[in-house]
Structures are given as structure tokens and as C-alpha cells.
């Protein structure tokens, strides 16, 4: 089921990206949302619809994916996002094809149980985010896409040493998730295993003052929403240290420990500050977000399990919230024509139902009590 889950929407989006009509993708991502929908409500518990296959067996790695509690979460949101972004922007067929592409990619990598395959899901996401931008962004798009993607590069290298490192330096047999956690890299080599893993997992959180790239990402995408509701979603990095770089070097995460809790801080009282600062919706959005990543990643720089809930259950509805406030920012883009906020005055007379939208997306976000940001925060 897993493997049906990351592939429907795949082929949904290359069957528009060939040129079919737009009206597929639309079942594409409500067949997707309904498929995860049922995923995550009939889930046992551990590990469930695992699948394997060899790879390059010979070098330990393995088709391996299987959906934990926190895997079928964060399908969930992700499918449903993409649905809601599809019912809602008006965008080309080819673009919604790219969109479905990157779902499907994205759910890879939440469900991969292998090192080395999270990381070809980890970078290959990049593509349509990449091309969307490129494709369909604003006037500064080219400058975004080579800020963004320096900024991955720089990540991306280190993190492939980094797993290469941890099989290697921990002599576990394979790549697998649960040999490499039976193995875990120890004494010194853990610091510098752990400190690959945390420049990639910090970009895409992101942490302060890794963050230069997102707002130049918001603004200039698409003014739909739906690359930047993605956007939300891709922003991986505090699931990755969950899973990933903490339990494989452990030594080396309570080396920096108090350096990561610093820099969560400061992204979360940064990213709000710049927020309030914030002169057009999307870049409100973008700051937003910051702030919102960093206080979930405080949560799992805790080093406790309320903590770590907290803050992946935070991660998982802001994607949802937020995503939804990007969708909604398009939609008044259509009807004002400018995302600056001042020209936004008076909206909840000229159209109540956005404005009351607006206002139970904002106050999920803000964590009032009885919505999605509330129980994490």
C-alpha cells in the first residue's frame, strides 16, 4: 500500500506533464488524499505496509519503506494539502503535474526506511521545486532558484558523506534504518557524522541564520500558493533530525545540543519579529513559518519525548495551516492584484468568507486552543 500511495501521484503528475488535461490531476490528488486518508486512519501501530527490495545489496542498500504513526501523519497532511491546493489554484496542467511529482517525492521520503534512499527522495524533491520556481516564478527567479540551490548544495554534500559515514564508522551491515540504529556512530567520528547530517536537516528547516533562501523562495514563486504550500511541506529538516541524525549519533547531537536549542530559539523569536515587520502576505507567510520551524525544532533539541511530539505534531499542522494561508494568499491576489497587505483593509465586507478563512487559518497558526497548532505548541 505504501509503495501504491508514493507512486499514484507520481503518475498522475507525469501524465500531465506529457499534456493530458488538467481535470486528471484533480483525481489524481483526490484519489491520493483518499488513499492516505485511509492509510493513516487504519494504522495498526510500529511499522506497517513495510516493503524491501534490494538496491545494490552488494553495498547494503534497499528499496525499503514502511509507514510508522509518524510517517502516515505527515502523509496525511501532505495529501491533503496537495488537494486542497489543487481544488483551489488556477494553475496550468503541467504545473499541478510538477506539484503531484513533488507529493509523491516527498512521500518517499517520509516513508523510506533506508539511508541512503531517504537521501535520493531527500534531494530529488529539489527538482520540482526547482522548476516550478524556475518555470513559473516572478521576475527575480532566476536569483531565487541559484540562492536556493546553493544553499541545498551546501547541505547536500556533507549529508551524503555523513551517510556514507554512518555505516561505515558505526560497521553496521546495511543501510537500513534498524541495522544503522543497532549500530550507532560513537566517540569521536560522531560529532563529525552528526554535524554533516545538521548543515543539510538546518537548511531545510530552516534554522537561523541558514534561512536566507526562504524568502526570496515565497516571493518570487508562483502567486497561486501552491508551490509555496508545497514549499511548507518540504521543509524537512526537524522530521530528519527526529529520524535520522539524533538516534545514528547520538554523542555527537549532545555535543551541540546546546547550540541547536540557541539557534531554534533565535529562529523562533526572529522569524516573529520580521513577521510582524512584514509588509506583503507571502512574506508574512515565509516568517512565519521560520518561527513556527523554529519552536518545533526546539521541541525535538529538547531531548524529551513530550518535546519531540510536540514538535513534529507542530511541523505536521503548521504544513496544513500554513500551506492553507498561502492557497488563500493567491486567491486574494486574484481578486486584489498585489500581495501587499495595506490594500487587504476592509475585506471582511467585500468578501466575508475569506476574511473569516483568514482568520481561523491565522488563529490556528497563533495555537488557539481547540485548533491544529495548539496541541504542539
Do not use: C
Not at 198 to 219: D, N, V
Not at 343 to 351: D, E, F, K, M, N
Amino acid at each position: 500500500m505504501v509503495i501504491a500511495a508514493i507512486l499514484l501521484p507520481v503518475l498522475f503528475g507525469a501524465l500531465l506533464l506529457l499534456g493530458l488535461p488538467r481535470g486528471l490531476g484533480l483525481w489524481g490528488a483526490g484519489l491520493s488524499f483518499l488513499l492516505n486518508l485511509y492509510l493513516f486512519l487504519a494504522h495498526p501501530g510500529g511499522v506497517a505496509h513495510a516493503f524491501q527490495a534490494p538496491l545494490l545489496p552488494g553495498a547494503g542498500v534497499y528499496w525499503a519503506f514502511g509507514l510508522d504513526g509518524l510517517s502516515a501523519l505527515f502523509f496525511l497532511t501532505l495529501a491533503l494539502t496537495v488537494f486542497l491546493g489543487a481544488l483551489v489554484a488556477r494553475v496550468e496542467g503541467r504545473f499541478l503535474g510538477l506539484a503531484l511529482l513533488m507529493e509523491g517525492l516527498l512521500l518517499g521520503l517520509f516513508a523510506a526506511r533506508d539511508l541512503l534512499v531517504f537521501y535520493l527522495f531527500f534531494e530529488a524533491a529539489l527538482i520540482p521545486a526547482l522548476l516550478m520556481l524556475l518555470l513559473y516564478g516572478g521576475e527575480g527567479r532566476v536569483r531565487a532558484l541559484y540562492t536556493f540551490l546553493l544553499f541545498t548544495l551546501a547541505g547536500s554534500l556533507p549529508m551524503l558523506a555523513a551517510v556514507l559515514a554512518a555505516k561505515a564508522l558505526g560497521g553496521s551491515p546495511s543501510f537500513l534504518l534498524e541495522d544503522l540504529l543497532a549500530h550507532p556512530v560513537k566517540g569521536g567520528a560522531a560529532f563529525w557524522v552528526f554535524l554533516g547530517f545538521a548543515l543539510a536537516f538546518a537548511i531545510k528547516t530552516p534554522l537561523f541564520p541558514l534561512h536566507a533562501w526562504l524568502p526570496p523562495f515565497h516571493q518570487e514563486n508562483h502567486p497561486s500558493g501552491l508551490a509555496d504550500a508545497l514549499g511548507t511541506l518540504y521543509k524537512v529538516g526537524v522530521f530528519a533530525f527526529f529520524r535520522f541524525a539524533i538516534p545514528l549519533a547520538p554523542e555527537g547531537f549532545q555535543e551541540v545540543q546546546g547550540l541547536l536549542l540557541l539557534l531554534a530559539a533565535l529562529s523562533a523569536l526572529y522569524g516573529a519579529w520580521l513577521a510582524f515587520a512584514a509588509r506583503d502576505f507571502k512574506t508574512l507567510l515565509a516568517y512565519a513559518g521560520l518561527s513556527h520551524m523554529g519552536v518545533a525544532a526546539l521541541g525535538v533539541f529538547s531531548g524529551t519525548e513530550e518535546g519531540a511530539l510536540g514538535g513534529l505534531y507542530l511541523l505536521a499542522a503548521s504544513g496544513v495551516h500554513t500551506g492553507a494561508l498561502f492557497l488563500l494568499a493567491g486567491r486574494l491576489y486574484e481578486r486584489v492584484g498585489t500581495l501587499e497587505i495595506g490594500p487587504y483593509r476592509g475585506l471582511a465586507q467585500s468578501a466575508p468568507g475569506m476574511a473569516t478563512l483568514a482568520l481561523f487559518l491565522f488563529l490556528a497558526m497563533v495555537g488557539l486552543p481547540g485548533l491544529s497548532g495548539f496541541p504542539g505548541e
